[in-house]
């Protein structure tokens, strides 16, 4: 079974924080994901990735960068945390076959 | 641009019924996908539907699509009260590895 883990459930930040939530997967997928989801807007991406060290922006990159210095890990970054990014992050892998994406179990931030 | 969406958005059904969640989008894909999401929770895969005509079912849903009216059907039978939970579909963006998400419909089941 595929595996996606995120470094953790709950985080708590300061507004101009730095913040960083990690996300890996243990099936070799090429593909990874990052997406926010807010009540009444679903799903938005934020960043993915097809390969180590490449990055594309997604629909709503403003504010977040990304890292995927290894295969299996891809890490979204927010270089100073603000209030209206408080949301669940999802992070999702997937391979090139089929392109079902395989969910971690996300990251509920808090901006205060 | 790609649009993904679903109806109804809410749907609150008693158990032992039936019911259809519609999931329409505006360009051309082959492959569209059902997720399920739990309160709280993340979001769950159901189904891959990777080509016209496709219709695959696990226990009481039953998924079909159909390319040419660009539409998904997520079927429920006999709706049992576990089945209480989010639904999404989602559309291949332009046969890239992007996914764009429906809004998804909250599915309430009571006695």
């Known amino acids: 079974d595929v595996k996606v883990t995120q470094s953790s459930r709950y985080l708590v930040k300061r507004t101009g924080e730095k913040v960083f939530l990690e996300c890996v997967q243990d099936?070799?997928?090429?593909?990874m994901f990052w997406y926010r989801q807010d009540p009444g807007l679903g799903l938005r991406l934020i960043y993915f990735s097809y390969d180590v060290k490449m990055k594309e922006k997604g629909d709503i990159p403003e504010g977040y960068s990304v890292s995927r210095e290894k295969k299996e890990r891809f890490s979204l970054i927010l270089e100073s945390a603000s209030t209206n990014q408080t949301s669940m992050y999802l992070c999702?892998?997937?391979?090139?076959?089929?392109?079902?994406?395989?969910f971690g179990p996300g990251t509920r931030l808090t901006v205060t | 641009e790609l649009k993904v969406e679903q109806n109804p958005l809410f749907l609150s059904m008693q158990e032992g019924k039936n019911y259809t969640i519609y999931c329409n989008y505006s360009?051309?894909?082959?492959?569209l996908y059902w997720y399920r999401q739990d309160p709280g929770k993340s979001l769950e895969s159901l189904f891959v539907l990777l080509s016209n005509g496709a219709v695959k079912q696990e226990g009481r849903l039953m998924a079909s699509l159909d390319t040419k009216a660009r539409l998904s059907t997520l079927h429920i039978t006999a709706a049992v009260h576990d089945l209480s939970a989010t639904y999404f579909c989602a559309v291949d963006h332009y046969n890239t590895d992007k996914l764009i998400f429906g809004t998804g419909t909250r599915l309430q089941v009571f006695p």
């Open positions: 360009t051309t894909s082959d492959r």
């Open positions: 999702a892998s997937s391979s090139g076959t089929l392109y079902e994406q395989y």
């Open positions: 099936m070799d997928h090429e593909n």
